[in-house]
C-alpha cells in the first residue's frame, strides 16, 4: 500500500525496519512532542523482541520449546495468547496460531502436531495499535502508521479529507487493485505477494487455489488483520463470510482475477 502525500516536517516521519519489515510513522500534527515518535518505535521494538519466531531468545521461542510457562510469560503474551484463541472460534478454525504455515522456502511450520504457536498473524495489528495509542497519548490527531502495508490512520493529511491508501495487485507489482479512502480507520491485507503461499487453509493443510488477496478494513487493525487472514484461507467462501462481518468491510479478489466487495468497502 502507498501513501501520497509527503510530510512537511521530516521529524515527524519517520522509517524503521522492525519485524521484519519497514514500519512508517508519519504524523501531520504540527505542535506535539517528536519524541512520541521514539516511544513508539521503542514500544515496536520491544513488541518484536518478546514476540519474535525468528529470535530464539523471545518469550514465543521460548514457550515453544518448552523453557518458558505459559503462567510465566509477560502479560502481553498471554493477552495476545487469548485474544487469538478468541478469533480461533470466531472465524470457525480459519484463523488458528497453531495451525501450520508455509515459510518462504516451502517448509510447513509450526503446526499442530509439534504445539508451537506463531501469533504473527495478530500481534503486528495489534503492536500498531497500542503504538498508536502512543500517539493518542501525546496529543497527536492526524497520522498514520504504516506496517509493511497494514495500516491504522487517524484523522487526515491536510489538505486532504481523507488518506488514500493504494492496495497493491496481487498479480501485477506496479499496478493498484484499488485506492482506499478511510479516517479513523484500519485497513489489512493478506494474500500471497512477496511471501507466496504462506497462508493455508487449517483444515486442509495446503493454500487456497482460489483466491488472490483479501483486504479488510475497519477500526481494529488486530482484527483487520485476522479477519483477513481467516477469509484467505477460506478460499472462495470468504467473500460469503466477511459480507456478515459487523463493523469490517472486505475486498476479495479470486483467481480469475473477479473483485468482490462488501456494500460499503471505501473505495474510490
Given at each position: 500500500?502507498?501513501?501520497?502525500?509527503?510530510?512537511?516536517?521530516?521529524?515527524?516521519?519517520?522509517?524503521?525496519?522492525?519485524?521484519?519489515?519497514?514500519?512508517?510513522?508519519?504524523?501531520?500534527?504540527?505542535?506535539?512532542?517528536?519524541?512520541?515518535?521514539?516511544?513508539?518505535?521503542?514500544?515496536?521494538?520491544?513488541?518484536?523482541?518478546?514476540?519474535?519466531?525468528?529470535?530464539?531468545?523471545?518469550?514465543?521461542?521460548?514457550?515453544?520449546?518448552?523453557?518458558?510457562?505459559?503462567?510465566?510469560?509477560?502479560?502481553?503474551?498471554?493477552?495476545?495468547?487469548?485474544?487469538?484463541?478468541?478469533?480461533?472460534?470466531?472465524?470457525?478454525?480459519?484463523?488458528?496460531?497453531?495451525?501450520?504455515?508455509?515459510?518462504?522456502?516451502?517448509?510447513?511450520?509450526?503446526?499442530?502436531?509439534?504445539?508451537?504457536?506463531?501469533?504473527?498473524?495478530?500481534?503486528?495489528?495489534?503492536?500498531?495499535?497500542?503504538?498508536?495509542?502512543?500517539?493518542?497519548?501525546?496529543?497527536?490527531?492526524?497520522?498514520?502508521?504504516?506496517?509493511?502495508?497494514?495500516?491504522?490512520?487517524?484523522?487526515?493529511?491536510?489538505?486532504?479529507?481523507?488518506?488514500?491508501?493504494?492496495?497493491?495487485?496481487?498479480?501485477?507489482?506496479?499496478?493498484?487493485?484499488?485506492?482506499?479512502?478511510?479516517?479513523?480507520?484500519?485497513?489489512?491485507?493478506?494474500?500471497?505477494?512477496?511471501?507466496?503461499?504462506?497462508?493455508?487453509?487449517?483444515?486442509?493443510?495446503?493454500?487456497?487455489?482460489?483466491?488472490?488477496?483479501?483486504?479488510?478494513?475497519?477500526?481494529?487493525?488486530?482484527?483487520?488483520?485476522?479477519?483477513?487472514?481467516?477469509?484467505?484461507?477460506?478460499?472462495?467462501?470468504?467473500?460469503?463470510?466477511?459480507?456478515?462481518?459487523?463493523?469490517?468491510?472486505?475486498?476479495?479478489?479470486?483467481?480469475?482475477q473477479t473483485v468482490l466487495s462488501t456494500m460499503g468497502f471505501?473505495?474510490?
Open positions: 500500500m502507498d501513501l501520497a502525500v509527503p510530510p512537511v516536517r521530516p521529524e515527524f516521519f519517520r522509517v524503521e525496519q522492525i519485524m521484519g519489515m519497514p514500519i512508517l510513522i508519519d504524523v501531520r500534527d504540527p505542535d506535539i512532542d517528536p519524541a512520541a515518535l521514539d516511544r513508539a518505535f521503542a514500544w515496536l521494538r520491544l513488541v518484536d523482541a518478546r514476540f519474535s519466531t525468528y529470535r530464539v531468545e523471545s518469550e514465543i521461542s521460548r514457550l515453544n520449546r518448552g523453557d518458558l510457562g505459559l503462567e510465566d510469560t509477560h502479560p502481553d503474551v498471554r493477552e495476545v495468547l487469548a485474544r487469538c484463541e478468541r478469533l480461533r472460534e470466531e472465524t470457525g478454525g480459519y484463523f488458528d496460531v497453531r495451525a501450520p504455515y508455509l515459510a518462504s522456502d516451502g517448509r510447513e511450520a509450526p503446526g499442530p502436531s509439534s504445539g508451537a504457536v506463531d501469533p504473527s498473524g495478530l500481534v503486528k495489528g495489534w503492536a500498531v495499535t497500542r503504538a498508536a495509542e502512543i500517539l493518542d497519548a501525546a496529543g497527536a490527531r492526524n497520522y498514520c502508521v504504516n506496517a509493511g502495508g497494514d495500516i491504522t490512520a487517524r484523522g487526515r493529511p491536510a489538505p486532504d479529507p481523507y488518506w488514500s491508501i493504494g492496495i497493491q495487485h496481487p498479480l501485477l507489482r506496479d499496478q493498484l487493485a484499488a485506492v482506499v479512502a478511510i479516517t479513523d480507520q484500519a485497513i489489512a491485507t493478506s494474500g500471497a505477494y512477496e511471501r507466496g503461499s504462506h497462508i493455508i487453509d487449517p483444515r486442509t493443510g495446503c493454500p487456497p487455489e482460489d483466491i488472490l488477496s483479501v483486504t479488510v478494513v475497519g477500526p481494529d487493525l488486530a482484527t483487520a488483520d485476522a479477519y483477513a487472514t481467516a477469509a484467505y484461507a477460506m478460499g472462495k467462501a470468504g467473500p460469503a463470510w466477511t459480507a456478515r462481518l459487523a463493523g469490517y468491510e472486505a475486498m476479495t479478489i479470486l483467481a480469475d471505501p473505495s474510490i
